[in-house]
């Protein structure tokens, strides 16, 4: 018999329907995998660009954009390998690769929750930044995330790697079911705090001021949250009705890249919201140089009577610059857009 395992395939008499839609199913998740880890691995990269000159907390979010990178790569590197050693099944004489499969299963299992916690905590953290004068927010963000973790750790512990899964429908739908709960509080009250900047703007700022620009970061966040819960909402519908002894089908595959997806989704959103931010601190600095020659050009016509009889009906709000900061980072414009008390522009 020849060592060579290819052939070793080949010299079986013959493949089932099963062997060939398995074989089939791991190729799809495999180039599944790979699709969107080089989409998550090109947001990467832009993510580490807009944040390298960055101060203040925006190393917070640097280490988190890494961490979900290398938890990714793992994962996508762990699962291909299993479908490769999972191949070895179809040799003529398959060796034993238990042992093999439950140390990249715990990898895999491992890895997914890292970016399922951490894209979570980034939510939690933008609307805690949000409403950081509420206790009561607060309090129920923190009972939600450790909720997540809870949850988390839980499946883990009761679905244990290549162990079948039970019947009990509870614990399969646990964790997907904490994440969503725990996305759409913080989405809720991301959506309360662009409300109540859209009434401060218009009761305080002009249409086109600062306050309405910043109002754009809240509405990508408040739109970006509920595309992920709408993701999480899916994975619940998938979840719920699927048979324990479901070997492979659609819902598998959706759940094989659903860790990508929960990378993808805080590192696309930094890249957005770094680019808007420096969109806006162009318009700021643009805006200041307009005002600017307008003082200039008035300020030749100081002497002209006609002009100081009208002059404080032509009188322009200026900007000031020192509202702009050196280092522009995701705090500054959220920590700005919290409305305060009513007070009157000068």
Request: aromatic share 10%; hydrophobic share 50%.
């Amino acid at each position: 018999m020849s060592s060579d395992p290819l052939a070793s395939v080949f010299n079986r008499a013959q493949l089932t329907p099963f062997d060939i839609a398995y074989v089939q199913y791991n190729l799809v998740v495999i180039c599944l995998n790979f699709v969107f880890y080089g989409v998550q691995t090109g947001l990467f990269i832009a993510a580490i660009a807009v944040l390298a000159r960055k101060g203040g907390r925006a190393w917070i979010l640097r280490v988190a954009v890494v961490v979900l990178f290398v938890s990714s790569t793992m994962c996508a590197v762990a699962q291909a390998r299993s479908y490769v050693i999972l191949m070895r099944l179809y040799e003529r004489n398959p060796p034993s690769i238990a042992a093999k499969l439950y140390h990249i299963a715990i990898v895999i299992e491992v890895s997914n929750r890292v970016n399922y916690i951490l894209s979570d905590a980034l939510v939690v953290w933008r609307a805690w930044v949000l409403w950081s004068h509420s206790r009561f927010a607060k309090g129920l963000l923190l009972l939600c995330m450790i909720c997540s973790v809870v949850g988390a750790i839980f499946e883990s512990i009761w679905l244990k790697p290549l162990d079948i899964r039970g019947d009990m429908l509870f614990p399969e739908i646990l964790l997907p079911l904490s994440l969503f709960i725990t996305n759409l509080v913080a989405t809720v009250l991301v959506g309360i705090r662009v409300r109540l900047h859209r009434r401060e703007v218009g009761l305080t700022l002009r249409p086109l001021g600062t306050g309405a620009r910043m109002g754009g970061v809240l509405m990508l966040l408040l739109e970006s949250g509920v595309a992920y819960c709408v993701l999480w909402a899916v994975d619940c519908a998938i979840t719920a009705p699927r048979l324990p002894s479901e070997v492979f089908g659609r819902s598998l595959i959706f759940e094989s890249i659903l860790y990508l997806l929960a990378g993808i989704y805080p590192t696309f959103v930094v890249v957005l919201i770094m680019l808007h931010q420096r969109s806006t601190a162009q318009w700021m600095i643009g805006s200041h140089g307009r005002s600017l020659e307008t003082m200039r050009f008035r300020t030749r016509f100081n002497n002209d009577p006609l002009r100081n009889s009208d002059r404080g009906a032509e009188d322009l709000a200026m900007h000031d610059m020192s509202s702009v900061p050196d280092g522009l980072d995701e705090d500054t414009f959220i920590s700005a857009s919290t409305p305060r008390k009513a007070s009157t522009v000068q």
